[in-house]
């Protein structure tokens, strides 16, 4: 998918790869879930990456540059858009 260029099946490997991360392990904390909620529209995929307590959110987003958008949906949130 990624090196076809196909950002919307890449999305889905990436929501592939967190509802099996979730299976393994308790990985989703109620912040986070409400977060993927906000965002879900606007999204091909997401996935909370990287190590416990420093992790990210990496985002698939349906429309390039969409940081203004999951900004305005992430509103509120203590978060740090990168």
Do not use: S
């Amino acid at each position: 998918a990624l090196f076809a260029g196909d950002v919307q099946a890449v999305g889905h490997c990436l929501d592939t790869y967190w509802e099996q991360k979730k299976v393994m392990c308790d990985c989703e904390p109620d912040f986070i879930k409400k977060m993927l909620l906000k965002v879900r529209p606007l999204v091909y995929g997401a996935a909370l990456c990287g190590a416990g307590g420093g992790g990210f959110l990496l985002l698939v987003t349906k429309q390039a540059n969409a940081w203004h958008a999951i900004e305005v949906a992430l509103a509120g949130q203590l978060v740090t858009l990168h």
